[in-house]
């Protein structure tokens, strides 16, 4: 056991574990410092260990899960993970910490830890009694039935915005928006509330907003008329439609599709934050199948989002993707090697390429609004900015995200290959490939 | 097709199918199969069902654009710095270091890109921008910037905002045209050129647009030709003096004082020679009982300025423009002059007239004596324009041998010293640092002098120093070995 299990982080993706950047500054620092002993990483699942000197008479102790990852200190702070953890990861990260056996309280720790995940899922393999059955099924009529409610109440809203006009709504504010996204918060149907909460800033978007936000409107329609009728939906519609709505999928559902090997390549990272909730979007590529797909993750206040998915690296892996008529988000099943370097990805495709690949997934999914592309080209300016590749074929790069001069500046007028979300507005970029290097766009 | 339907459905939405009933045009192709089941007078849910139709068949049916493609970046000829300095610049222009403020951080980017500048490496294409953005804020790093930006700099500038055109390659000289329509300082610029390239080309251009040009202007143009500045300058700058703006008349005499053997010199010379004279040793000064026309003529302001005697004014000006060399009448060293006693009347007003006549005359000679003879009497602002012209080593031995005796005197002096320090500066400031009780007076502000004016090469030394002192002084020390380390391992990552 004296081999490192896997090959350190990046003190990037330590960065990304941090709460907030005060906590990284004091980790930068702390790591810096003397009063570090007995560190160590190793063991199974991998984990990393050590002793942090601070301000009391017994050093800290630290143990870390790197597979998860998670932490525990015995600091008193409230920042999770704390900076100890994350100044031991950034020693760790710099070479500093040597391929060791487990201390006594790191086995401790790993061991309580696995006993707690053996119950629960104990508990959640067991089989349900009938009374158990029963409830559960009385609670999944009830929210259908509260569903069914939220989504006649979300029409009949539509169909009064057409009947009155629409072209009040920019002097409304977000008010009228927010009302009907709390009514569909209560139905239980998230999905829908969060689709009308990103309708409230369109009648605030300047020239054009009425074509937008009708476009938005007649697309919501479509949304919840398929909802109130899924029976008479093919399966994966029904399950795409579900999904919007706001339905959740278990993990153990969607890990029992179907897996989709392939050399997955990072292509974009990007992180939302929308009602204290922050998301984080991981857009892949596979090498070979030349499949898309997202990787999703949240975290509430606090917390840290995952890193183990880095901009620019490949990692040889299975996909099990959520069920849908357009197949894109997805879960990691099954992890084959290291992840690495990727600096040239591909395939690249042409604009006629993505184009008809995009849609292709609206045809499944016509409420799709972000698809990743891989594109390779040359970046010309004007009002809107363009991508023209090589055919001379040109997709425009949304204009609401004033002039890529940075992008310009790596770029030079030469053709580079560009990760970027695919939108109705036009390209978001996510990361600029110049052959040698990523850099985040 | 669908663009028409659109803009029925659009027209009826916005203000309501209430008031503006919807009757679908009949419709073919892909879309009909959609519409017609809708019926041919749409209600809201048809229109919104119909809407969406649309909408997807545009979204998924969007073409490619055919636009022109961009010139591309020409390539650059000078290499770029390592990865890890440019990480460094890269966090220095984000805000950096947490633990310096905004405008350190920017002085220390500041540093990098003079090093780098000096040492002919290019910072990297992702970091353009935010140069662009530092040097349209602040104009005194364009040309670093410049320099380092390479070609691609440029390229990104031409086709960038308005802001950025200060970065836009330019013509290496001065154009005829910047004569024609520039701005002043254009203009400046160009006659300065060819002055310097043409002196009898620069005068004739400038003797043809006399007459228009207005006061202020012609001042400053006529001083342009200091330029390539020669005896055939002296007839049409004798007769500028003839010219009835006194600024101009001032900037001519300027020039004809500057001009060796001109006539104007031996008038100055004869005029404070006649002014001072020696009696039992003491130097006796007598200014003049009125400003003659011949005075005004060469320039001499006759009226005084606010809190000024006439007189002490017409003495302190012919004793500045006086060539300081006409004092060897009396004295053959200027240590020499000084060294007699001065009437108690007019020796001040004399000496006063001096110190303005060696900063004026650029003369280093005397500003050093001058110096010597006045440091912690006068005003400060003064001896600093004195130090100012004083040859760099004699500068630096004068300071080093004032930071020994009294500190604050000299920290005054040091933002004169050209950067980095010479040794014997730096010794005798790291000297006066480890001595606890002199480096109380006048510490924080030769701190911050020295955190610019140390060669980074001293970090190690500093480094030390402020592990040997007591704890309190440590901290005070800390923001100096700080900034010395991090422009140390600014000159190291660019190697």
């Known amino acids: ?441 | 097709m669908s663009t028409s339907i659109w803009s029925d459905l659009m027209s009826s939405a916005l203000v309501g199918t209430d008031r503006r009933r919807l009757v679908l045009p009949g419709t073919d192709g892909p879309l009909a199969a959609v519409l017609s089941p809708l019926g041919t007078e749409l209600d809201p849910d048809g229109l919104l069902s119909a809407a969406a139709a649309v909408t997807v068949a545009r979204r998924a049916g969007q073409a490619a654009a055919r636009p022109q493609r961009p010139e591309a970046a020409p390539a650059e000829t000078l290499p770029y710095a390592p990865a890890a300095a440019q990480q460094r610049l890269a966090a220095l222009l984000s805000g950096g270091d947490a633990e310096l403020d905004r405008s350190t951080n920017r002085e220390l980017a500041g540093e990098w890109l003079r090093v780098a500048a000096g040492r002919g490496l290019l910072a990297g294409p992702a970091i353009l921008v935010a140069l662009l953005d530092l040097g349209s804020s602040d104009s005194s790093v364009r040309a670093t910037v410049r320099a380092v930006g390479g070609t691609r700099l440029g390229w990104l500038a031409l086709q960038g905002p308005g802001r950025w055109a200060w970065a836009v390659q330019q013509e290496e000289t001065a154009q005829p045209s910047d004569w024609d329509t520039g701005r002043l300082a254009d203009r400046v610029r160009y006659l300065g050129e060819l002055r310097a390239r043409d002196a009898a080309a620069g005068r004739d251009l400038l003797l043809a647009a006399w007459p228009q040009e207005k006061a202020s202007d012609l001042a400053a143009l006529l001083a342009a030709c200091d330029a390539g500045l020669g005896p055939d300058d002296e007839p049409w700058l004798e007769k500028a003096l003839d010219d009835r703006r006194a600024q101009v008349r001032e900037v001519a005499a300027r020039l004809l004082g500057a001009l060796p053997g001109s006539a104007y010199r031996q008038r100055m010379a004869d005029r404070a020679l006649a002014c001072v004279h020696v009696a039992a040793r003491r130097l006796v000064a007598t200014p003049p009982t009125e400003c003659d026309d011949a005075m005004r003529r060469d320039g001499i302001t006759s009226k005084a300025q606010q809190g000024t005697g006439e007189r002490t004014q017409w003495l302190r000006q012919i004793i500045e423009y006086a060539p300081l060399d006409c004092w060897t009448a009396y004295d053959e060293t200027p240590a020499g002059l000084l060294s007699r006693k001065f009437d108690d009347t007019w020796g001040a007003v004399f000496r006063a007239g001096l110190v303005r006549a060696a900063i004026t005359q650029r003369d280093s000679a005397w500003a050093a004596v001058l110096i010597h003879d006045g440091l912690g009497l006068r005003d400060m602002n003064e001896l600093r324009e004195l130090a100012a012209i004083m040859p760099e080593p004699d500068l630096a031995e004068l300071i080093a041998a004032q930071l020994r005796r009294k500190v604050d005197a000299a920290v005054r002096l040091l933002d004169v010293l050209p950067q980095p320090w010479t040794p014997p500066v730096a010794e005798a400031v790291l000297e006066c640092l480890a001595d606890d009780e002199r480096r109380r007076s006048g510490w924080w502000q030769l701190l911050r002098h020295a955190e610019w004016g140390f060669d980074p090469a001293y970090a190690p030394r500093a480094r030390a120093l402020h592990d040997s002192v007591p704890i309190p002084d440590q901290q005070l020390l800390g923001r100096f070995t700080t900034m010395l380390q991090i422009r140390h391992d600014i000159h190291q990552e660019l190697a």
């Open chain 1, 1 to 441: 056991m004296s081999e490192p299990t896997e090959p350190p982080w990046t003190a990037e993706q330590v960065q990304g574990l941090a709460p907030d950047a005060a906590s990284f500054a004091a980790a930068r620092k702390l790591a810096g410092k003397s009063g570090w002993s007995s560190t160590g990483t190793g063991g199974s699942p991998s984990g990393l260990w050590g002793l942090c000197q601070g301000s009391g008479s017994t050093p800290y102790q630290i143990c870390v899960d790197l597979a998860e990852p998670a932490y525990r200190c015995s600091c008193p702070s409230r920042k999770f993970p704390c900076k100890h953890a994350l100044a031991l990861l950034l020693r760790w990260s710099a070479g500093q910490v040597a391929a060791e056996e487990p201390p006594l309280w790191m086995t401790e720790w790993t061991t309580s830890r696995e006993a707690r995940a053996t119950k629960k899922a104990e508990q959640a393999a067991a089989p349900r009694t009938e009374a158990q059955e029963k409830a559960a099924q009385r609670r999944a009529d009830k929210r259908a039935e509260s569903v069914a409610a939220g989504i006649a109440e979300l029409r009949t809203w539509l169909s009064d915005q057409v009947r009155h006009g629409i072209a009040g709504l920019d002097q409304a504010g977000y008010r009228p928006f927010e009302q009907v996204a709390a009514r569909l918060v209560d139905a239980q149907a998230p999905g829908l509330a969060a689709a009308v909460r990103r309708l409230a800033p369109v009648p605030s978007s300047g020239t054009g907003w009425e074509q937008r936000l009708l476009a938005e409107l007649s697309l919501l329609h479509l949304l919840s008329g398929a909802a109130a009728n899924p029976d008479a939906l093919p399966d994966d519609l029904a399950a795409t439609v579900s999904s919007r709505v706001g339905h959740a999928v278990t993990t153990e559902q969607v890990l029992a599709g179907p897996p989709v090997r392939d050399r997955w390549q990072v292509v974009g990272t990007r992180d939302d934050t929308e009602d204290k909730l922050t998301s984080r979007r991981v857009w892949l590529r596979g090498r070979d199948t030349g499949r898309a797909a997202l990787i999703l993750s949240f975290a509430m206040p606090g917390q840290a989002l995952p890193v183990d998915l880095v901009l620019g690296t490949e990692l040889d892996a299975d996909l099990t993707y959520y069920p849908g008529a357009a197949p894109l988000r997805a879960l990691v099943a099954a992890r084959h090697g290291t992840p690495r370097a990727c600096p040239v990805p591909g395939p690249a495709q042409t604009v006629a390429q993505a184009l008809d690949e995009v849609s292709a997934a609206l045809a499944g999914d016509p409420w799709l609004f972000q698809w990743p592309v891989l594109l390779r080209g040359v970046l010309a300016p004007g009002s809107p900015w363009h991508l023209v590749d090589p055919d001379g074929d040109a997709l425009p790069l949304d204009p609401a995200l004033g002039e890529p001069w940075r992008l310009a500046a790596v770029a030079g007028g030469h053709e580079i290959t560009l990760a970027a979300e695919w939108g109705p507005a036009g390209l978001r970029p996510l990361a600029v490939y110049d052959g040698t290097e990523v850099a985040r766009a």
